[in-house]
């Protein structure tokens, strides 16, 4: 294994290019266990995207409000992230935009450092795409090999998301 940990997160926006509102990550040990989470949510700026009234906001209604802002949420991320990322492979799903855009905000609001984003990030679009999988979908890589999650909402919920990430990781690399 190149890193001791996982470190896999996963945000909600406004629509896929509107603010992040909820933010997730999981890290994981060598071995898959769990030693650290992340879950936060803050008030949804704007009007909000019907596709997330209809899609999302179903899929998060046990993760309560628990920051009063994006830059708030935003600040705990960072202060979360800076913790665990050393020694750390940090994945996600699909990242542009999303996840993408949550790293350059920390950047542009002073959380954290030039040097301090993901470094190599892991998008698990290229791993699925060399294993000839279905690039788009860790749900269908879950199902088609057996793999399980606990028992949280579905997609779109982002420690769902989180968690199927790692673990598809893990399977793909050959570390379980």
Request: with cysteine.
């Amino acid at each position: 294994m190149d890193a001791s940990r996982i470190f896999s997160f996963d945000a909600e926006t406004n629509g896929l290019w509107g603010k992040p509102f909820s933010i997730a990550a999981l890290v994981l040990d060598e071995a898959g266990a769990e030693v650290a989470r992340f879950v936060g949510r803050c008030p949804i700026e704007g009007e909000i995207d019907d596709w997330v009234v209809d899609n999302v906001l179903p899929q998060l209604e046990d993760v309560p409000v628990s920051h009063e802002s994006y830059p708030q949420l935003l600040e705990a991320f960072a202060a979360f992230y800076m913790q665990w990322k050393q020694g750390a492979d940090v994945i996600f799903h699909m990242a542009i935009p999303v996840e993408s855009s949550i790293v350059r905000d920390m950047h542009d609001m002073g959380f954290i450092g030039d040097w301090d984003a993901p470094y190599p990030p892991i998008d698990l679009v290229g791993v699925l795409r060399v294993l000839r999988e279905d690039p788009t979908s860790v749900d269908s890589y879950l199902k088609k090999y057996g793999l399980s999650v606990g028992d949280y909402a579905t997609t779109h919920h982002p420690l769902y998301d989180s968690e199927v990430a790692a673990v598809v990781y893990r399977h793909a690399m050959g570390w379980e």
